[in-house]
């Protein structure tokens, strides 16, 4: 199995470390010839305005939107949430907002319940969902806000699963199935 890691900004190589560790050749994804033949997709934390620049200078913006379109399992982190919202690429019917949580020095881990087991969620700058369309499903919340929601294809999380050793959110890749 091949998954794409967006690679213009962020942590992509913490994701892609994890995802070898499962077992999948990570690509790293940086012009649209890099999402051919792709299994699944991981649009990693970052800062979004700068991931909105080089998607818009690399012309991926409609080539993400047909393969996540396409039904390949695809997985956002944190500013990934953000680039999915309906203000980005409009993929996941949801609104966001940036730093919710506050500043770097409000980062903070806390243990939420994913699909009934505790899973530890590390915040950084993390945004929350504001508001959710109703094909979303709420997975988890923090102090009433949305930090993990589904729609079909698309897992998107506030938080870095890449930076603790549990790989169950990256395996929800592979698997193709609920996290």
């Not at 913490?14 to 999948?24: D, I, Q, S, W, Y």
């Not at 609104?95 to 919710?100: H, I, S, V």
Request: aromatic share 4%.
């Amino acid at each position: 199995m091949t998954v794409g890691v967006l690679a213009l900004q962020g942590d992509f190589e913490a994701h892609a470390k994890v995802l070898r560790e499962l077992g999948t050749t990570p690509r790293e994804v940086r012009t649209p010839s890099d999402l051919e033949g792709l299994d699944g997709l991981v649009i990693p934390g970052g800062e979004s305005t700068t991931m909105t620049l080089g998607i818009e200078r690399e012309g991926l913006a409609e080539p993400l939107r047909d393969l996540v379109r396409s039904g390949i399992p695809t997985l956002g982190t944190c500013a990934g949430l953000i680039m999915l919202d309906r203000d980005h690429l409009g993929l996941l019917d949801v609104t966001t907002r940036r730093n919710a949580f506050g500043r770097q020095s409000h980062s903070f881990e806390t243990e939420l319940t994913l699909d009934g087991e505790p899973i530890t969620a590390v915040f950084i700058r993390a945004p929350w969902v504001e508001e959710v369309g109703e094909d979303v499903d709420v997975l988890a919340e923090v102090d009433g806000h949305p930090v993990a929601v589904r729609q079909d294809n698309i897992l998107a999380v506030s938080f870095h699963p890449e930076l603790t050793d549990d790989v169950r959110v990256h395996a929800w890749l592979r698997e193709g199935a609920r996290v």
